[in-house]
């Protein structure tokens, strides 16, 4: 038992039994990353790229840490996605790194697809750490883990994602893996940041936060990228709060022990009150801690030996 | 030169013609069109092959060239594409005027044309007389060029139009780009007018578009992709065709893409309005499913949509709402086509596979009669240009193409007269193929 697949690229891609393995071989990752000596040989003479063309701390981070405990040898490339245009072709960079021999390629890119571009050209296994508003299929994963750990299951539940819908990955990806794992899904956010036909992704949609977190099991905030008002997208952070933020005070219309998510980075104070984000119910930094056993799961299934095609 | 084509189904939309004529031909048109021109002495070597060498005695005609047997297959009025970048002057590396016309006469086209988007920008008599001059020196088939509005086609002033249509321009455009300013296409209308002109304009509202790559639908949500609202292309074509109705100027709307688009353009139709447009090929037999993959060869502007305005597109030929098929024909390179997807330019070729494909996708099952089709090929693109041309008569050009209805072949895009590749049918079993091309009266491309 395996991933089918060389490549993480997308929630879509992923079978509710790859899901489920990935989930319980982080189990036995969580254990390793507590333990005094956090070092593993799982990946000994492997080597993990990082290619990032896009600025990240915690993913990057992630990955990295995940990497070197299991014992690879990582490789951290930035590129600034305005030396794009005048650099090399995604194509060549790729060409180029297959040449290195890496046996992981964890690449973030600002256009979607390019994972997948990458993927078809290169015999590395490819992550995806987030193409684009396409997918960003680990921080789902991890999400997953963090409420399956919490709860004790998946199935039944109800989660409500909110904000910027259109252009987020961690929406889109979120959705796919939540709706295959049993849960029901939610999206809210103001009209001018749902995308259309959203509903058609079998999610009920909503403009008010109150109808949207009620009677739900789990919240999730999503971060809101303020260069978004200049676009014409919301008035003003102050109204978009006002209508959007997560309160103490707007939580009395959620069920009394909501669970509340994050990716990160957040904007406290604007999609998120600082005394909620901090709050008793909060996992934003379980996400942290489990993004960690979640990386180490896909890295040593992926070339550690726990790939079956 | 004289050339005798018998046998073949004759189809000329202009003149409701359908049926099994022989063509004579000499020094360039058509001298004689009936059953049998030629008694039963002329041999013929099989069907779609033709007897060379030495001259045939028929009876009553005098003596021939080259006979071509058209049994079974189609002749009808060389195909006019009043859509295709040439590239040239400035991007030879991704079309030539000569492999672009070998690429026009392989698809059964014997006429193009080309629009001025090209480096420099067909803005001026010097460079539609380069245009014409390559042509004539290196062209398979006939080029018309079709002149700026907007010197640069940069909006901002109007080109020189009249010494455009001096030239030899048979219409002006900015495509690629559309005229944003409202007052500034107001202008333009009045002035071309003139000059008979059509306007063609790229309907496209820049805003409304933003940095959209795909058509703003299903797929776009799911793939995370930046849509392109059908709104943008509608709300420019309804800002037109109030235009055309003020100022009684000619407009053409290029390849039209969305059903609100062709529901606006039947409307101005009724009451009068002088507006013509054009559809793809592409559009016609894909929708906005194609991009899943992130395949970069179905991505085009305008953006190939949703199942529900492709079918508003084939009802839209099927009434007149919509005159003209025409490719769009945008040559790019593979490095340029294998990037990221939004990065990757907009356009897809189609002059190889334009007839097959329209065959394919709407003759054979039944949606439009050949004669239909072959109108939106022909007499429709000559009518809105007023080219001689896109008719079949005693005294016409012998601008003609022949082609087996029925036939199957794979595309293989390697295999294409044009320098380029980004074709989105690739692999794709097609029914239907050019068999010759004649312009003029010569055969400028022939199927081996």
Not at chain 1, 15 to 25: A, S, Y
Not at chain 1, 283 to 296: D, F, P, S, T
Not at chain 2, 406 to 417: M, Q, Y
Request: with cysteine; charged share 25%.
């Amino acid at each position: 038992m395996g991933l089918a697949g060389k490549d993480l690229l997308s929630m879509r891609g992923l079978t509710v039994d790859e899901i489920r393995l990935i989930l319980d071989t982080a189990e036995s990752m969580k254990e390793v990353a507590r333990r005094d000596i956090k070092k593993v040989p799982a990946l000994r003479g492997k080597t993990l790229i990082n290619l990032f063309y896009e600025p990240s701390t915690r993913t990057r981070t992630s990955f990295e840490i995940a990497g070197k405990w299991l014992s690879a040898d990582v490789i951290n490339i930035s590129i600034s996605s305005s030396s794009v245009a005048k650099g090399e072709s995604l194509k060549d960079t790729g060409l180029t790194l297959q040449a290195m021999h890496p046996d992981v390629v964890v690449i973030r890119h600002p256009s979607a697809g390019a994972a997948e571009f990458l993927a078809r050209r290169l015999a590395a296994s490819i992550i995806n750490a987030g193409d684009g508003a396409h997918e960003h299929p680990s921080q789902a994963l991890l999400d997953l883990f963090t409420i399956r750990e919490k709860v004790g299951r998946l199935e039944g539940l109800k989660v409500a994602i909110i904000g910027d819908i259109a252009h987020s990955r961690v929406a889109r990806s979120n959705i796919h893996g939540m709706q295959k794992m049993g849960m029901e899904v939610r999206v809210a956010g103001p009209r001018t940041m749902l995308p259309r036909f959203v509903e058609r992704l079998g999610v009920e949609v909503f403009t008010n936060l109150d109808r949207a977190i009620a009677e739900v099991d789990v919240i999730m905030m999503l971060r809101l990228q303020t260069e978004r008002q200049q676009a014409g997208l919301f008035p003003s952070l102050r109204e978009y709060s006002r209508l959007f933020g997560l309160t103490v005070e707007r939580l009395k219309a959620a069920k009394s022990n909501v669970l509340i998510m994050h990716p990160g980075p957040i904007n406290r104070g604007v999609e998120i009150a600082p005394d909620v984000a901090d709050g008793p119910y909060s996992l934003i930094l379980n996400q942290v801690e489990n993004g960690l056993a979640v990386r180490m799961a896909l890295l040593y299934l992926l070339a550690g030996g726990g790939q079956t095609g | 030169m004289r050339i005798l084509i018998k046998g073949g189904r004759v189809i000329d939309p202009a003149n409701t013609v359908d049926e099994i004529l022989d063509l004579l031909i000499e020094d360039g048109k058509i001298i004689q069109m009936s059953r049998n021109v030629s008694g039963d002495t002329l041999h013929s070597t099989g069907r779609g092959k033709s007897s060379k060498g030495s001259k045939s005695q028929t009876n009553g005609i005098g003596p021939i060239d080259r006979a071509m047997d058209a049994t079974g297959l189609v002749v009808c009025p060389g195909l006019i594409d009043m859509h295709v970048h040439l590239r040239q002057p400035g991007r030879e590396d991704k079309e030539t005027i000569a492999s672009g016309t070998m690429a026009a006469a392989r698809g059964g086209f014997t006429a193009v044309c080309c629009m001025p988007n090209t480096d420099p920008v067909n803005d001026t008599r010097a460079v539609t007389e380069f245009i014409l001059d390559a042509a004539k020196r290196e062209g398979a088939v006939q080029v018309y060029p079709v002149g700026a509005i907007t010197k640069g086609l940069k909006g901002e002033e109007l080109a020189e139009i009249g010494e455009l249509f001096e030239a030899g321009c048979v219409a002006v455009s900015d495509d690629g780009r559309p005229v944003m300013s409202a007052e500034l296409m107001r202008r333009a209308m009045e002035y071309a007018a003139m000059f008979d002109l059509p306007v063609i304009q790229h309907s496209e509202d820049l805003h409304l578009s933003g940095r959209g790559v795909v058509h703003e639908g299903f797929v776009s949500t799911d793939l995370g992709l930046r849509g392109i609202p059908s709104a943008s292309e509608a709300v420019m074509v309804a800002r037109d065709l109030l235009l055309a109705e003020l100022t009684g100027a000619r407009l053409h709307i290029a390849h039209v893409s969305a059903a609100e688009s062709v529901r606006l353009i039947r409307e101005a139709k009724t009451r009068g309005v002088r507006v013509s447009c054009e559809v793809t090929p592409h559009h016609l037999a894909l929708t906005e499913e194609a991009v899943h993959g992130f395949s970069t060869h179905a991505k085009m502007n305008p953006p190939l949509r949703s199942e529900a305005d492709r079918q508003a597109l084939i009802e839209g030929l099927r009434d007149g709402a919509i005159d003209v098929i025409a490719t769009d024909h945008a040559p790019h390179t593979v490095q340029e086509k294998e990037q990221e997807f939004d990065q990757a330019p907009f356009g897809v070729i189609g002059l190889e596979t334009a007839l097959a494909v329209t065959l394919t996708t709407l003759v054979h099952p039944g949606v439009l009669t050949l004669s239909q089709a072959m109108g939106k090929f022909t007499s429709e693109p000559a009518r809105i240009l007023k080219l001689p041309k896109g008719r079949i008569a005693e005294g016409a050009d012998a601008d003609l193409t022949i082609f087996d209805p029925t036939r199957e072949w794979e595309v293989d895009a390697g295999a294409f007269a044009s320098k380029s590749r980004n074709t989105p049918f690739h692999g794709w079993r097609l029914k239907g193929q050019t068999v010759a091309t004649l312009v003029a009266g010569k055969v400028v491309w022939e199927a081996s």
